[in-house]
Structures are given as structure tokens and as C-alpha cells.
């Protein structure tokens, strides 16, 4: 395993606490993974992907602890942790940061600065996709980041835009490592 870093959804909804969000990974065996089809991850979908930035890990796990994100994991303390949606405006306001380094700033990385940078903002994008999506900046648009991704079962679509309050979301940061 790499040293990479996720920030993951899912989707339940209250009333019978059923997951109704769809995974973006459906090829296990392709990937030697058929094991997690019988975990709940299988129900997970990415919202963020960081290839060896080892910066953002560190300021990132600080971030969601801040805000109340816990350890998800006993037995790996560093490995899982809750992503408190509050979080979401300083991790936007984070990852731009980063994206507007100075060459001579940029951290000990695989990547050259316009890859690091390209990295920061297109996740910072996602991000700002779900400030919007909460009413965190005041907006609400729940087709820009659930249909046009499918990240919830055709079933359930019309339910969830007609009472978007009848769902739970719950992100995780996972440092992979």
C-alpha cells in the first residue's frame, strides 16, 4: 500500500438506517479486492484522492480532529477517521492554500509543483461541491453532486431531492499507508 490519502461518502437513510448510496469502485476481482464486497466500504464513493502528499495528510487529520473527526479504528488509531461535514470550510480554504505555493514552498513530494497544485484544486473543487450541497456557503444544489456522479440508487433519487433531510451522510478520511 502507498502512502494515500481519501476522503470517502456514504449514504443512509434515517427512517430503517439503509445505505443508498452506490460505490464508485464495482470491479473487486479486477483488483484483487472481492473481499471488500462483503464490507461496508463497498457502499462507499470518493470524493477525494491524494497520492503521496504527505503535507496534506499530516494538516488534514489535524483538521477533522479539530472539528470533532475521531479514530474510526482501535487497532489503527492514525488509519480511519470521521470527516465532521463542519470541516469542510476550513479543508476547502486548506487545499486552495496549498495549491498557491511558491515554487521554493512546495513540500518534499513525487509530484513537481503544477502536479501538486493541479492535485490541491481539483479536490478542492469536490469540496467546495459539498459546501453547496450542505447550505454551508448558503446554497443548496443537491443534482450537481448526487446525480450527475450516481452516487445514490436510482431507487431512492427522487426521494432524496424531494427530502434530502431524510438522509444521513458520513464521510471518512482514510490515511492509507
Known amino acids: ?19 443508498v448510496s452506490v460505490s464508485d469502485r464495482t470491479d473487486y476481482e479486477k483488483y484483487g479486492e472481492s473481499w471488500l464486497k462483503e464490507t461496508e466500504d463497498h457502499d462507499c464513493f470518493e470524493i477525494c484522492y491524494w497520492r503521496k ?40 480554504k486548506y487545499l486552495i492554500g496549498r495549491s498557491l505555493l511558491e515554487e521554493d514552498d512546495y513540500p518534499d513530494s513525487i509530484w513537481d509543483p503544477l502536479d501538486y497544485q493541479a492535485i490541491n484544486l481539483k479536490n478542492a473543487e469536490k469540496i467546495l ?19 450527475e456522479e450516481n452516487f445514490i440508487n436510482d431507487e431512492e433519487y427522487e426521494l432524496f431531492c424531494k427530502n434530502p433531510e431524510d438522509y444521513v451522510w458520513n464521510f471518512e478520511l482514510i490515511n492509507s499507508y
Open 53 to 92: 502528499c504527505y503535507d496534506v495528510r499530516d494538516d488534514l487529520i489535524e483538521i477533522v480532529q479539530k472539528y470533532g473527526g475521531e479514530s474510526l479504528d482501535e487497532e489503527e488509531p492514525d488509519y480511519m477517521f470521521s470527516v465532521p461535514k463542519e470541516s469542510f470550510p476550513e479543508i476547502y
Open 129 to 147: 461541491d459539498f459546501l453547496r450541497f450542505f447550505e454551508i456557503d448558503g446554497r443548496h444544489y443537491p443534482k450537481m453532486v448526487v446525480k
Open 1 to 19: 500500500m502507498g502512502l494515500d490519502l481519501y476522503i470517502q461518502a456514504r449514504i443512509r437513510k434515517k427512517a430503517d438506517n439503509r445505505i
